[in-house]
């Protein structure tokens, strides 16, 4: 992982450089980033287009939580922003989160035909083996189908749960309630 390997960077050379890691949750992909080899394999967004063009959503069972999506401009910004008045100290290492433009709870996928279709209607939703053969038929990537398919299969010990995610946490001092 980059960011394990920027934490053991600063670390040997006893903190001489900031570095501030970036942490994006799902990027949106619009214009020419959504279309081409790379793009046809980015589950979520991948899932999302083909569910605006199908107008129909999969039900997932048993899964709880929301996708998380960043535009790519608060992404871009939040670098610029960091490189033109960072306020990080040679010492430190810190971390930004990039999340929450846009949450999309589970439970409420057809909710996206309100949002994103000129007539505002809810998209149906179909069981998932219906939902993904559709979705195939219209060109969506097996691989993905396949990460899609595995949100809702039934493991033992596993109960993925698709948090929301926070932008900032307090200081530790001041969640433990010291300072």
């Known amino acids: 992982?980059?960011?394990?390997?920027?934490?053991?960077?600063?670390?040997?050379?006893s903190g001489s450089c900031p570095v501030c890691i970036h942490r994006p949750s799902t990027i949106v992909r619009?214009?020419?980033?959504?279309?081409?080899?790379?793009a046809s394999l980015d589950w979520v967004n991948m899932m999302l287009?083909?569910?605006?063009?199908?107008?129909?959503?999969?039900?997932?069972?048993?899964r709880r939580g929301a996708f998380d999506l960043v535009?790519?401009?608060t992404a871009c910004e939040s670098l610029v922003s960091h490189v033109?008045?960072?306020?990080?100290?040679?010492?430190?290492?810190?971390?930004?989160?990039?999340?929450g433009d846009r949450l999309i709870p589970l439970d409420q996928l057809d909710r996206i035909g309100l949002e994103e279709s000129e007539e505002g209607e809810l998209f149906n939703t179909l069981p998932l083996?219906?939902?993904?053969?559709?979705?195939v038929a219209d060109g969506l990537h097996p691989a993905v189908v396949a990460l899609i398919e595995?949100?809702?299969?039934?493991?033992?010990?596993i109960d993925p749960i698709f948090p929301r995610l926070l932008r900032e946490l307090p200081a530790i001092e001041k969640v433990n309630g010291s300072s």
Not at 1 to 13: C, K, P, T, V
Not at 50 to 57: N, T
Request: aromatic letters at 6%; glycine letters at 6%.
């Open 129 to 135: 083996s219906d939902w993904t053969a559709n979705a």
């Open 150 to 157: 595995m949100m809702d299969v039934v493991e033992p010990c």
């Open 71 to 73: 535009l790519a401009q």
């Open 49 to 62: 287009h083909h569910a605006r063009k199908l107008r129909c959503v999969p039900r997932f069972e048993r």
């Open 30 to 38: 619009e214009g020419d980033d959504a279309v081409g080899s790379r």
């Open 84 to 99: 033109m008045h960072g306020s990080v100290s040679q010492e430190d290492v810190s971390y930004t989160h990039l999340v």
């Open 1 to 13: 992982m980059l960011s394990f390997g920027l934490e053991r960077i600063h670390a040997q050379h």
